[in-house]
């Protein structure tokens, strides 16, 4: 890029001073409503362990604090050939890994896939199809000509679902945007593995798993100190080891109640009832255009999917409110188009490194036909800052309620996902956040640190495979529906 300014102080308050009093006014706006400060945090985070709770309960609650039937760590010891499949909501992506007898090594051969827009809104046949496709390709393409064993399948399926089982998973409802027809409140297993049968691949699903869920495993596999698993992406979510004594929704089951099982928070439904979160007129508009109003209220405040559109419904907000006041006489017919920003703007506009906002200027420009002045630049990039900042001190509070929760004073987080490995800052303003809702002392070393994640989807998912082989041999069947259909996997 040529002719731009000089890179940007670190100070922006130099930047502000000459803008226009009603533009400063209107950003004074955005920071009221956009900014969450420490009290709120806690305020969310008492609330957001009482929901935990809640979801553990046998009359339940918002969030659905799934039981996985993940039971306990990999011990660095587990063996196998495994193939998983990552259906997340952005690409597909199928993996064959080995666990070898090396303790904690894995060779793994993965293939990425693009999940297609249309089959977000298709139908389940269209979407089994197309899945079974990505695997039968996948397998042909490295396993050309060979009769293959049957293989164990770690299908991480990361939308809610309830187990009975570890090979079970009824949806309770699509989130990220996904709305096809005929799957929520079916166990997803049986329609995945008859399209599998049809084409006679040799392949069972051993575990649907959560992507966080993969996330906790792989994570815990390198590193004993984590203790939650995050994904901080399209969607939001997190999962961490309970013991089944403090789960009263599984009390009949009658398992030792030191057992340890992992529960998928779906935490993403947290405050569905809208009593704590801070609401914008722009998360209520976002909320009763989605698919699912009234879901995922949580998710649709701090998730990758939404921060374009919120920072979106601001500016068509001001521009019809206040007509003049930003973009005078142009055209906005591209801003106007729901989902029309992507947060990846969002990301770039905060790591405009120039004074004169050079880039942003330019992607306005190229992205959405809209000549901006400096003046607008500057309250562009302010609301950004504030969206994204929101997101980042929000979504904390979703780790340090499982923390309180647990009695977890120190720990790692393992963490995935678009928002936390792309966004600029979101990392530094989590840990921010969680400082000032866990009153760490001023020079006290952060004690629940978030860190990147191992690969979840894919070493996690066969992970959890060998794992559940591992217990079935062993002769734990909770969660078990019939031990024989893993009669061919078991060696
Ligand atoms: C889904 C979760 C998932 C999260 C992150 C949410 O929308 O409901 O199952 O873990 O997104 O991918």
């Given at each position: 890029?040529?002719?731009?300014g000089?890179?940007?102080?670190?100070?922006?308050?130099?930047?502000?001073?000459?803008?226009?009093?009603?533009?400063?006014?209107?950003?004074?706006?955005?920071?009221?409503?956009f900014?969450?400060?420490?009290?709120?945090?806690k305020?969310?985070?008492?609330?957001?362990?009482?929901?935990?709770?809640?979801?553990?309960?046998?009359?339940?609650?918002?969030?659905?604090?799934n039981?996985?039937?993940?039971?306990?760590?990999?011990?660095?010891?587990?063996?196998?050939?495994?193939?998983?499949?990552?259906?997340?909501?952005?690409?597909?992506?199928?993996?064959?890994?080995?666990?070898?007898?090396?303790?904690?090594?894995?060779?793994?051969?993965?293939s990425?896939?693009?999940?297609?827009?249309?089959?977000?809104?298709g139908?389940?046949?269209?979407?089994?199809?197309?899945?079974?496709?990505?695997?039968?390709?996948?397998?042909?393409?490295?396993?050309?000509?060979?009769?293959?064993d049957?293989?164990?399948?770690?299908?991480?399926?990361?939308?809610?679902?309830?187990?009975?089982?570890?090979?079970?998973?009824?949806?309770?409802?699509?989130?990220?945007?996904?709305?096809?027809?005929?799957?929520?409140?079916?166990?997803?297993?049986?329609?995945?593995?008859?399209?599998?049968?049809?084409?006679?691949?040799?392949?069972?699903?051993?575990?649907?798993?959560?992507?966080?869920?993969g996330?906790?495993?792989?994570?815990a596999?390198?590193?004993?100190?984590?203790?939650?698993?995050?994904?901080?992406g399209?969607?939001?979510?997190?999962?961490?080891?309970?013991?089944?004594?403090?789960?009263?929704?599984?009390?009949?089951?009658?398992?030792?109640?030191?057992?340890?099982?992992?529960?998928?928070?779906?935490y993403?439904?947290f405050?569905?009832?809208?009593?704590?979160?801070?609401?914008?007129?722009?998360?209520?508009?976002?909320?009763?255009d989605?698919?699912r109003?009234?879901?995922?209220?949580?998710?649709?405040?701090?998730?990758?999917?939404?921060?374009?559109?919120?920072?979106?419904?601001?500016?068509?907000?001001?521009?019809?409110?206040?007509?003049?006041?930003?973009?005078?006489?142009?055209?906005?017919s591209?801003?106007?188009?729901?989902?029309s920003?992507?947060?990846?703007?969002?990301?770039?506009?905060?790591?405009?490194?120039?004074?004169n906002?050079?880039?942003?200027?330019?992607l306005?420009e190229?992205?959405?036909g809209?000549?901006?002045?400096?003046?607008?630049?500057?309250?562009?990039?302010?609301?950004?800052?504030?969206?994204?900042?929101?997101?980042?001190?929000?979504?904390?509070?979703?780790?340090?309620?499982?923390?309180?929760?647990?009695?977890?004073?120190?720990?790692?987080?393992?963490?995935?996902?678009?928002?936390?490995?792309?966004?600029?800052h979101?990392?530094?303003?989590?840990?921010?956040?969680?400082?000032?809702?866990?009153?760490?002392?001023?020079?006290?070393?952060?004690?629940?640190?978030?860190?990147?994640?191992?690969?979840?989807?894919?070493?996690?998912?066969?992970?959890?495979?060998?794992?559940?082989?591992?217990?079935?041999k062993?002769?734990?069947?909770?969660?078990?529906?019939?031990?024989?259909?893993?009669?061919?996997l078991?060696?």
């Amino acid at each position: 890029m040529v002719g731009l300014g000089p890179r940007r102080r670190p100070s922006r308050k130099g930047s502000m001073a000459d803008m226009p009093k009603d533009l400063l006014e209107q950003i004074k706006e955005f920071e009221e409503i956009f900014t969450v400060d420490a009290a709120k945090l806690k305020q969310v985070v008492n609330h957001f362990v009482k929901e935990l709770e809640k979801g553990l309960s046998v009359e339940g609650g918002n969030i659905p604090m799934n039981v996985t039937w993940v039971m306990g760590f990999p011990n660095g010891h587990e063996q196998g050939t495994f193939l998983a499949l990552d259906m997340g909501g952005t690409n597909l992506r199928v993996c064959e890994i080995v666990l070898s007898e090396e303790k904690g090594e894995f060779d793994i051969t993965q293939s990425k896939y693009r999940m297609p827009e249309e089959l977000k809104t298709g139908t389940a046949e269209e979407l089994w199809e197309y899945t079974a496709d990505c695997l039968q390709q996948f397998l042909e393409y490295h396993h050309p000509g060979e009769k293959l064993d049957q293989l164990p399948l770690g299908f991480t399926f990361s939308y809610p679902a309830t187990q009975d089982y570890i090979d079970h998973g009824v949806l309770q409802r699509w989130t990220k945007g996904f709305d096809i027809e005929g799957v929520e409140g079916q166990d997803v297993v049986p329609q995945f593995e008859a399209v599998l049968k049809k084409r006679n691949l040799p392949i069972k699903i051993a575990a649907l798993i959560n992507d966080t869920t993969g996330t906790l495993i792989a994570s815990a596999y390198t590193d004993p100190e984590m203790k939650i698993g995050c994904i901080f992406g399209t969607g939001v979510n997190a999962a961490y080891m309970e013991n089944v004594g403090s789960i009263p929704k599984i009390a009949h089951m009658n398992l030792p109640a030191d057992m340890p099982i992992a529960i998928n928070c779906e935490y993403g439904a947290f405050d569905n009832e809208h009593v704590v979160l801070p609401l914008t007129q722009y998360d209520i508009i976002i909320d009763r255009d989605s698919p699912r109003p009234g879901q995922q209220a949580f998710e649709k405040m701090t998730a990758g999917l939404y921060l374009g559109e919120i920072f979106r419904l601001a500016l068509i907000d001001l521009i019809d409110k206040k007509p003049g006041l930003i973009f005078e006489g142009q055209d906005v017919s591209k801003l106007r188009k729901a989902y029309s920003i992507d947060s990846s703007l969002l990301s770039a506009i905060e790591e405009d490194p120039y004074e004169n906002l050079q880039e942003t200027q330019e992607l306005l420009e190229k992205q959405l036909g809209l000549k901006a002045v400096k003046s607008e630049l500057e309250l562009i990039r302010r609301l950004a800052e504030l969206i994204g900042t929101r997101a980042a001190r929000l979504s904390a509070c979703g780790v340090a309620a499982i923390c309180k929760k647990k009695n977890i004073e120190s720990c790692h987080v393992g963490a995935d996902g678009s928002v936390f490995n792309k966004y600029p800052h979101f990392r530094a303003r989590g840990a921010q956040a969680l400082r000032e809702i866990l009153d760490w002392a001023p020079n006290e070393k952060d004690k629940v640190v978030i860190l990147p994640a191992e690969d979840g989807s894919g070493v996690g998912a066969a992970l959890i495979a060998a794992l559940t082989l591992k217990r079935i041999k062993e002769g734990n069947l909770a969660g078990i529906r019939d031990e024989k259909q893993f009669q061919a996997l078991l060696g």
